[in-house]
């Protein structure tokens, strides 16, 4: 019987399951850049003295991207500003403060921005552009009406993460208003994949691209997937677009168990606004203006009527269950034995170890 280790938030809970029942356990094998390959990447971009660091990401990878270019840029002389989400304000003053760097939260109007900025994002899968970064977190931040037309503009109402759309288009074209140097990290399991440095939306194309040769595993489409949200910052949007990265390689009809502790909370407005019943989730198709993560609600609703959704997390069941359409498991060993009841005990389960570093494609 294979000994199967998954993360769950910050730790690990295995996975015990048969070999005959295990259909493909998917791992990422990206090969990762060392401290000094980074540095290297970083301490060749040309900084005038009067810079202005924006971070678009509030993800740990970026935040270790940050202190490292802030190290570089101090040790040139540099007077370092830095607007970073609101989200994360608190954790990044109580890091930088006291190393001289002047923080402060990233303005809604982008005129309030300095004219030599450096943008510093992830590159990831996304389900409602196709790919994130640089641009989609731009559209996101500063273009609240453009945004409502990239969702409108999307490809269909079910999650196509590794798919380039209209809605990305719109991400570029509101991007190249922004004059600044885009640095754009791929993350794999075990640290940065690779730095890219560029303008805004030439930096992310270069991403994408490279994205494409790391990211995509093929797959034998089963009926049965049990997916671990990975080591990313623990929300529910976050595992949310994990498990769209897998929904292509399960059948119709099929049970995905989504494992993922969302101690950070939902991660989104409108997944707020869903489990406080400010909002449902036939919202999605027809609000006049756009809430952080509604995409989320259309996909929700959409994948549950074609797949059955199974989640382990400490979020409380009533939202799970009531608000969110989950049925829900304290221990993985019980989602698995629910899968081989409703399936049978021949039942052979793909396993995937970090579902928000891959994209897996049916062979």
């Not at 190393?99 to 510093?120: A, T, Y």
């Not at 292509?248 to 993922?260: H, M, N, P, Q």
Request: proline share 3%; with cysteine.
């Amino acid at each position: 019987m294979p000994e199967i280790w998954l993360k769950y938030g910050s730790t690990e809970v295995v996975l015990d399951i048969k070999a005959e029942n295990l259909l493909d356990y998917v791992t990422e094998e990206i090969e990762h850049m060392g401290e000094e390959q980074v540095n290297a990447k970083l301490d060749a971009i040309t900084v005038k003295n009067d810079s202005q660091i924006a971070v678009l990401d509030a993800s740990q990878h970026v935040a270790k991207l940050t202190s490292m270019l802030v190290d570089i840029l101090m040790k040139r002389g540099i007077v370092v500003s830095m607007g970073v989400p609101a989200d994360v304000f608190n954790a990044y003053r109580n890091t930088f403060q006291d190393r001289g760097v002047q923080i402060s939260k990233l303005p809604n109007d982008p005129s309030k921005l300095s004219n030599d900025l450096i943008f510093l994002s992830q590159a990831s899968f996304d389900p409602l552009f196709g790919y994130s970064g640089t641009p989609t977190q731009l559209l996101k931040h500063f273009g609240r009406e453009e945004m409502l037309d990239a969702y409108k503009a999307r490809n269909g109402d079910m999650p196509k993460p590794g798919t380039a759309n209209n809605a990305l288009s719109l991400a570029h074209k509101f991007a190249d208003r922004f004059d600044g140097t885009s640095i754009e990290a791929i993350i794999g399991t075990r640290g940065f994949a690779d730095i890219v440095v560029d303008k805004p939306t030439k930096a992310h194309q270069t991403a994408i691209a490279k994205l494409e040769s790391f990211g995509k595993v093929e797959v034998e489409k089963g009926k049965a997937s049990i997916i671990s949200s990975g080591n990313g910052r623990s929300t529910l949007s976050n595992a949310l677009n994990s498990l769209w990265n897998c929904i292509d390689a399960v059948k119709e009809d099929g049970s995905i168990t989504l494992l993922a502790e969302c101690r950070d909370g939902f991660g989104s407005s409108a997944l707020e606004r869903l489990v406080e019943g400010k909002i449902d989730m036939d919202d999605a198709h027809n609000l006049a203006e756009y809430i952080d993560g509604l995409e989320n609600l259309l996909y929700l609703d959409e994948v549950g009527e074609k797949y059955e959704l199974m989640l382990i997390s400490t979020l409380p069941d009533y939202y799970a269950k009531s608000r969110l359409g989950f049925k829900t498991y304290r221990r993985i060993k019980d989602a698995l034995h629910h899968i081989l009841n409703v399936h049978g005990p021949r039942q052979k389960v793909l396993v995937v170890s970090d579902a928000s570093k891959v994209l897996l494609k049916p062979k």
